[in-house]
């Protein structure tokens, strides 16, 4: 007989470091958040008025495939809806692929300024996470290779990546992907992929076609529904099964489904968003770099801004927050103790960040 005294957790799950989320400013104040890559343009229209209708149906189990939002998926992605598998946020799929492909013994390998989920969902599962160097803030398709080994299971990539908002090209995600043994999944998180404007860019939608060992992971939440948590992922027929048979029977509500399916097919809404993304994402960075700070390249809906030193970086926090933007601290979740990660926001907010920011350069 065992004399622990309570439930003790599986080992390693009480050495995960817990998530942390960026801030909201106190309840009730006016601060503009810009540290969670929210949509700055509120939700669909169509998504919201779906969302409303269902609740006149509550009482009902939703329909447990999301059938209706697969279909809508399928038709304006041009894929099969029974390659697709929902989920109550990307986060939901990325938690059962880890549980799905890794166990104890087993490695996953990531980039080292990857999303701060990957180490937890691999832990989770008993498994390790092998963190390799980038250059200059970009993943390295060359060092994850060479970090391969044969307890490698899972590779996560997340093109454009969060915090840095870089990118791999299509080249060179297939040059990751031919390096791989046909054993090991690539989990491609496409989060950002609404938001790229890279001529030489894909979401990975090919790579999942072709192989047997690629998948890929999209999110609505960067697209104005990230209340509602919804996720989606597209595999080969032999991976959707696996995750089909340990998902949430009912993993994804009646609101998420109809204002997902809504939110799909509002093209133009998804296009107003991008554009916007786009202008003030290209305005910020302009305007932003200077001699003592450096902003790098993004094709997602945020920016990461790095300063000289840390004190630095942390002084513009709090003269953002003193003037009414939150903004996301990169240094305890990331180990960027020198960057801000910044959301495109609106004009306005984009247009008082810059100001803020550029004022502080000049009092120094
Ligand atoms: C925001 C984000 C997600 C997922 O978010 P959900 O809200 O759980 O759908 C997944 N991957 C990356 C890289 C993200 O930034």
């Known amino acids: 007989m065992s004399d622990q005294k309570r439930p003790i957790p599986q080992p390693g799950i009480l050495d995960i470091a817990p998530y942390l989320p960026g801030k909201s400013g106190a309840p009730g104040s006016k601060a503009i958040k810009l540290s969670a890559n929210e949509s700055p343009l509120g939700a669909s229209p169509q998504a919201v008025a779906a969302f409303a209708a269902a609740a006149d149906h509550l009482e009902i189990?939703?329909?447990?495939?999301?059938?209706?939002?697969?279909?809508?998926?399928?038709?304006?992605?041009?894929?099969?809806?029974?390659?697709?598998?929902c989920g109550n946020g990307s986060d939901d799929l990325l938690h059962l692929l880890a549980q799905t492909y890794l166990g104890h013994g087993d490695e996953a390998v990531m980039n080292r300024y990857g999303f701060s989920v990957y180490p937890i969902i691999t832990k989770a599962a008993g498994a390790e996470i092998v963190t390799v160097d980038e250059v200059d803030y970009t993943a390295n398709v060359d060092a994850l290779l060479a970090a391969i080994t044969p307890r490698t299971r899972i590779v996560w990539l997340a093109n454009p990546n969060n915090p840095t908002g870089t990118y791999l090209s299509v080249a060179e995600?297939?040059?990751?992907?031919?390096?791989?043994?046909?054993?090991?999944?690539?989990?491609i998180d496409s989060a950002y992929a609404e938001y790229?404007?890279?001529?030489?860019?894909?979401?990975?939608?090919?790579?999942?076609?072709?192989?047997?060992n690629v998948v890929m992971v999209r999110t609505f939440s960067k697209m104005g529904l990230a209340a509602a948590r919804i996720g989606w992922m597209v595999g080969p027929g032999h991976v959707v099964d696996a995750i089909n048979r340990i998902r949430g029977?009912?993993?994804?509500?009646?609101?998420?489904?109809?204002?997902?399916?809504?939110a799909t097919r509002d093209i133009a809404f998804n296009q107003r968003l991008k554009a916007h993304?786009?202008?003030?994402?290209?305005?910020?960075?302009?305007?932003?770099?200077?001699?003592?700070m450096r902003v790098i390249p993004s094709q997602a809906?945020?920016?990461?801004?790095?300063f000289e030193t840390p004190e630095l970086a942390a002084r513009?926090?709090?003269?953002?927050?003193?003037?009414?933007?939150?903004?996301?601290?990169i240094?305890?979740?990331?180990?960027?103790?020198?960057?801000?990660?910044?959301?495109?926001?609106s004009e306005e907010a984009m247009r008082g960040v810059a100001e803020v920011l550029k004022s502080m350069e000049g009092a120094q």
């Open 61 to 85: 189990y939703p329909e447990g495939s999301s059938r209706l939002l697969r279909e809508a998926l399928g038709e304006v992605h041009g894929i099969d809806p029974n390659a697709i598998v």
């Open 173 to 187: 995600v297939a040059r990751l992907h031919a390096g791989l043994r046909p054993d090991i999944l690539l989990v």
């Open 196 to 212: 790229v404007t890279a001529a030489d860019y894909s979401v990975g939608l090919d790579l999942v076609e072709a192989h047997e």
């Open 249 to 262: 029977p009912f993993n994804v509500n009646l609101p998420a489904q109809l204002a997902g399916a809504a």
């Open 277 to 292: 993304n786009a202008q003030w994402r290209d305005w910020l960075t302009a305007q932003l770099q200077s001699n003592r």
């Open 301 to 306: 809906n945020f920016v990461m801004v790095l």
């Open 316 to 329: 513009a926090f709090e003269t953002l927050a003193a003037a009414g933007y939150i903004v996301r601290e």
């Open 331 to 345: 240094g305890a979740s990331y180990g960027i103790h020198n960057g801000l990660r910044i959301s495109i926001g």
